[in-house]
């Protein structure tokens, strides 16, 4: 079982900063293999759309609509992976959710990719 809680979304203006924090809890934390934390979003009318992921071991993929500007990163011991998002745009306005897959990260990650999630967390980006 994993539970993942975001904080951190709001509201800014574009060219604006935000970052993103995914808390996570493992109840079964002894297991040492690999895994991989993401952040996904979503719009309406539009299918979950994968941004970032990182594995448990540092490596990490991003959607070629957020290279250099997003970073997706671990801390806490691992037990926390942020998303920092530099140069926002509105087209970047979605809610943002994290998920977890309880193996090593897919080369081209979908929504199916992933057995947990959190509750989202908005981000409104205006011109």
């Known amino acids: 079982q994993v539970q993942l809680v975001e904080s951190g979304g709001g509201s800014v203006q574009a060219g604006g900063s935000l970052r993103l924090i995914c808390a996570v809890t493992?109840?079964?934390?002894?297991?040492?293999?690999?895994?991989?934390l993401g952040w996904f979003r979503h719009t309406p009318g539009k299918e979950r759309e994968a941004v970032a992921q990182i594995s448990r071991f540092g490596a990490t993929t991003y959607a070629d609509s957020v290279k250099g500007r997003f970073t997706i990163s671990q801390f806490n011991a691992k037990n926390s992976v942020s998303l920092q998002m530099n140069s926002l745009k509105p087209e970047d306005t979605a809610m943002y959710y994290c998920a977890y897959r309880p193996t090593s990260c897919a080369p081209r990650p979908t929504a199916l990719h992933f057995t947990y999630w959190g509750q989202g967390t908005q981000v409104t980006v205006s011109s």
């Open positions: 493992r109840y079964d934390d002894g297991y040492a293999g690999d895994l991989c």
